[in-house]
């Protein structure tokens, strides 16, 4: 418990004295994102395969909404027990879609990454990503400021431009150590992540000079077994990218209603905080191999009287297949 108290208040420190901090992925469930978070991540969990899926509905109050959904599955590849280390592959699926233009942002994303055992209770992975990305609008429904004519149908507009569509690779690498209590849910992982290291030309103008931004991400993700039923669950993330910046915090309580041991039967319930922005409540619920969660926020600052305090409801799904072998049981709950 102290190991994990610690670094949540060493990196919140460190990301806080930052000022150039910021995201383009915008979920208050980030840490149910693995391969959003780092592509070293990747095949890091207690399992054999895991599905995971995101969707959120941001300011459903006002006219101008934000849909996203995200979706992925990692495994571990030449995995074998006794063996040092291991490789873990993983696909990703990112689309949004935001505004009267339907601006849609599509990714598909490949990540690999390689976990090294240090110690019986440390492990180290490095990952990284290469994804395709297109954006595309749609001009139909959009009035430009020479097609306003008060009283009178709109004219056409001047308004021209090269591409309504554009697709361009991005380029992403990540970093984790992990800290594992042998035969405990007890574990820390500790890691960041670096995508658009490529900074591609994102414009539908043909601007050599609109580049999208680097993306950072940095985080704590760490799990405490209080007693045989009860475990803390606490995680602090800290995004940026460019000259904007999203620190999120959140602490979550673990309820086992049936013994562990014989089957998996929790509830969670927690909130998180994401600074200067929303306090954001969170709901969870782990039947055997599934774990589903919602999240609804509401905001504390700035958009309060577009929003009337509300930031918009988010729903995350985990399905993660454990085939419990025998050489490797005594290594159970985790395969790590």
Not at 161 to 167: E, G, K, L, P, R
Not at 173 to 192: E, H, I, L, M, P
Not at 261 to 286: K, M, W
Request: hydrophobic letters at 35%.
């Amino acid at each position: 418990m102290r190991i994990l108290t610690t670094l949540l208040l060493l990196l919140s420190f460190t990301f806080m004295s930052f000022s150039l901090l910021g995201q383009d992925l915008h979920y208050s469930q980030i840490f149910s994102s693995p391969l959003n978070l780092s592509p070293a991540l990747a095949g890091l969990y207690g399992g054999e395969h895991r599905f995971v899926g995101n969707a959120r509905n941001q300011w459903n109050n006002v006219p101008v909404d934000y849909l996203s959904f995200s979706g992925s599955y990692d495994t571990k590849i030449k995995y074998e027990p006794g063996k040092s280390g291991f490789w873990g592959v993983g696909l990703q699926i990112n689309q949004d879609i935001a505004g009267d233009s339907r601006l849609q942002l599509s990714q598909l994303g490949l990540n690999l990454s390689f976990t090294k055992r240090l110690a019986e209770r440390h492990l180290i992975t490095l990952g990284g990503q290469m994804a395709a990305t297109s954006r595309r609008f749609d001009q139909s429904d959009l009035v430009f400021p020479d097609q306003s004519n008060p009283g009178k149908p709109n004219n056409t507009t001047s308004q021209t431009f090269d591409n309504s569509s554009i697709v361009y690779p991005t380029v992403g690498v990540g970093a984790n150590w992990r800290y594992q209590v042998r035969d405990s849910r007890t574990f820390v992982n500790v890691g960041g992540g670096l995508y658009n290291l490529n900074t591609p030309v994102v414009s539908f103008n043909d601007n050599s000079d609109f580049k999208l931004h680097e993306r950072a991400s940095a985080f704590v993700l760490g799990t405490y077994q209080l007693t045989e039923r009860v475990d803390l669950i606490a995680n602090y993330t800290h995004q940026w990218q460019g000259p904007h910046r999203e620190p999120l915090a959140g602490i979550r309580g673990k309820f086992y209603l049936v013994n562990p041991l014989v089957r998996t039967l929790a509830i969670q319930l927690g909130a998180h905080y994401r600074f200067d922005d929303a306090i954001i409540p969170v709901i969870a619920a782990n039947v055997n191999n599934w774990e589903v969660g919602f999240s609804y926020d509401l905001n504390a600052q700035g958009f309060n009287p577009a929003t009337n305090n509300n930031g918009g409801p988010e729903l995350s799904v985990i399905y993660t297949f454990q085939k419990i072998r025998p050489e490797i049981c005594l290594l159970c709950p985790e395969y790590l």
